[in-house]
């Protein structure tokens, strides 16, 4: 027995020895495994193709019953609606909406929200939804589907959608004719786009739920009357009756998404109406391009990864999916250019009308909640899907890397008396323990800057400060992230607390971004993709011994830490699309006009997580913002003087190797 636990007969110190000689190489060849498997999912090779899984779908099996009296109630419908917004130009129609929806016979409500808004000093904001519902005269109230439409007034700053109330209320009088329907069907025409989506879904789930004037900011107040569960929603933005193609939205809050079985429903429905649609669909001059399969495909990958990371919707019915709803929109554009294709004006709104229709009888044939295809994925293309199975296992290899260097770090981390021979490693009654105290409140203290930047511009005393919204956010963050950027300079751990917080950096890190990962895997991805460089590169071995970094390569380290400030990043975000969008102006103006639009993106990054519960802004300061605090120390490498612990018999740790 004692052969087999003689430590010098052991074949695992002597591994793990080894591969912590050379622990970047190791690291950096897993980093480079997870960039090459994520490029690798562009080829078809790697992806597959989209199918149905609810056979209950049955999309295309039943005959369009639109006719051409639609069409014209479209039309109709439209020129009136026209002649209103001439009447109010920055209000909505409740009026002529409410009586339309009377004059089909659905039984119609209003739903009347307040917001509060968290900078304007006590100051309330009013908005009115108004929405009809068709109960299901084949069955009880017990599920619905809902069909929006947002209404913008003339003063808007967005696309002209007014085209998609009058579509939404000609299918509404074709649907009151049929006795087919198994679900409530709800017409809902929202205010103030998303906010009056969000009061609305609000009212709907927890209507009844009292709220705290103190604390909260939109007050949804309460619905008069309901429909069944919610099983599906189809958003629909019509820029005009005459289209070229429909672009289907399907990004929601906080990067989810719709079961892949409703966006594949839309695509067959599309298809067989003869309509141009797809993911992020494009004008047809602009769809001929140069590029290769692979180059298109991937360009379509970052596309999508890019629009999932920011967590913001882009379309109502990305608010949704919080409430277990699979929802996506059909953004109608108009038609620009000239075709071969020629449109009759007596028939121009049919084909979208029945690919609604053909959705509507497709969702009406669902037995339950989508469940049986995926909510993870990535859409290659249009008729091409990567897995959640296919696309994670880029990020568990970016990922790994911290947690091998943690664990080869804790490994080989040994301690020696100062100026004395080396212990023995069986021998640990010699070993005092490390530094666990200070580095802990190290740590509570960088917690504590990322929960202030997290709580501290919605305090009511620093509201009352007479500065805007955006400055004032922004102020308060700069005030943190200069009170992180200093801490380093003042608090200096004793001997051994350097490697000790880098352990500990290590598995936070790992940890975050599984976790922030697998909420939202385009950002997870993008954020490893830019600093599991750094991790790998930091080293906490003294400036003096043989296994420290060079002094060019420790200034290096420092410069791409300081970039990677959340701050820094998100200013060079915004610089970049300033450039593309207003590449005219000069240099001077382009950097003030990105500086202005950072602090007013942070502002909205604020709002977006009182009012619709987008952690983004949250996990930015909660977690990201610590991180690199500790990542700033870890770059300085400040140690206390050893002539301040002369007296002190502590013994000094260190690493044996990098």
């Not at 100026?419 to 917690?447: C, Q, R």
Request: charged letters at 15%; proline letters at 6%; glycine letters at 6%.
């Amino acid at each position: 027995m004692g052969l087999l636990s003689d430590p010098s007969l052991s074949t695992h110190n002597k591994l793990v020895d080894s591969l912590a000689k050379h622990v970047r190489k190791v690291c950096y060849t897993f980093y480079a495994a997870g960039v090459v498997w994520f490029f690798c999912l562009a080829l078809p090779e790697f992806n597959h193709g989209t199918y149905l899984s609810e056979n209950a779908l049955s999309p295309g099996l039943v005959y369009p019953e639109i006719r051409i009296d639609a069409n014209r109630l479209t039309v109709q419908l439209l020129e009136e609606l026209q002649r209103e917004r001439k009447d109010h130009t920055a209000t909505t129609p409740y009026a002529w909406i409410t009586a339309k929806f009377n004059e089909f016979g659905l039984e119609t409500h209003t739903h009347n929200y307040t917001l509060r808004y968290p900078f304007g000093g006590g100051k309330e904001y009013h908005g009115k939804n108004v929405y009809g519902i068709l109960r299901a005269p084949r069955i009880g109230s017990t599920e619905g589907i809902v069909f929006s439409a947002p209404y913008r007034a003339p003063s808007s700053v967005h696309p002209d959608i007014s085209p998609s109330v009058p579509l939404l209320l000609a299918f509404a009088e074709f649907a009151r004719r049929k006795n087919y329907w198994a679900k409530d069907l709800i017409f809902l025409v929202t205010e103030q786009e998303q906010l009056g989506m969000q009061a609305w879904l609000e009212a709907y789930h927890d209507g009844d739920r009292e709220v705290d004037p103190t604390k909260a900011y939109l007050f949804p107040g309460n619905l008069p009357a309901r429909a069944g569960s919610l099983q599906a929603a189809l958003n629909i933005e019509v820029q005009d009756l005459d289209i070229d193609y429909i672009d289907v939205k399907i990004e929601g809050l906080n990067g989810k998404l719709p079961n892949l079985d409703m966006f594949n429903l839309v695509q067959r429905i599309m298809a067989r109406e003869g309509i141009s649609s797809g993911y992020k669909q494009t004008p047809r001059k602009a769809r001929r391009s140069t590029f290769s399969t692979f180059e298109q495909n991937l360009r379509h990958i970052i596309a999508m990864l890019t629009t999932q990371s920011s967590g913001v919707p882009n379309g109502n019915h990305g608010l949704f999916h919080r409430y277990r709803i699979d929802a996506l929109t059909i953004a109608a554009m108009k038609r620009t250019t000239h075709s071969n294709i020629k449109t009759s004006p007596n028939s121009v709104a049919i084909p979208l009308l029945k690919a609604i229709e053909g959705i509507a009888r497709s969702l009406n044939n669902l037995l339950e909640r989508f469940h049986q295809s995926f909510f993870f994925y990535v859409i290659v293309h249009n008729d091409r899907y990567i897995s959640i199975g296919d696309y994670m296992p880029a990020l568990v290899a970016l990922v790994a890397c911290a947690f091998i260097k943690a664990y080869l770090t804790w490994s080989t981390l040994d301690t020696e008396s100062s100026g004395a021979p080396e212990i023995n490693d069986s021998d640990t009654s010699d070993k005092l323990p490390l530094p666990y105290g200070s580095v802990l409140i190290f740590l509570t203290a960088a917690l504590l800057i990322g929960y202030l930047g997290n709580v501290l511009p919605l305090q009511q005393y620093f509201q009352e400060i007479p500065m805007s919204a955006a400055p004032l956010t922004a102020s308060l963050l700069t005030t943190l992230m200069l009170i992180g950027f200093v801490l380093p300079f003042f608090v200096v751990l004793p001997p051994g607390g350097l490697e000790l917080l880098h352990i500990g950096l290590l598995l936070i890190y790992g940890c975050a971004l599984i976790v922030v990962g697998l909420l939202n895997f385009a950002l997870g991805f993008f954020v490893a993709v830019i600093s599991v460089p750094l991790v790998i590169a930091l080293n906490t071995n003294a400036p003096d011994t043989p296994e420290s970094s060079s002094v060019g390569l420790r200034a290096l380290i420092r410069v791409y830490t300081l970039l990677l400030n959340p701050l820094v990043i998100i200013y060079g975000i915004v610089l970049i699309m300033t450039f593309y969008q207003f590449p005219e102006l000069g240099l001077q103006q382009l950097l003030l006009r990105a500086a202005i639009a950072a602090m007013d993106a942070v502002t909205f990054a604020l709002i977006d997580s009182v009012i619709y519960g987008n952690w983004l802004y949250f996990a930015v300061c909660t977690v990201f913002l610590p991180i690199w605090i500790i990542c700033w120390t870890l770059a300085l490498a400040r140690r206390r003087d050893p002539e301040e612990d002369e007296d002190d018999e502590d013994p000094q740790v260190k690493l044996k190797t990098n």
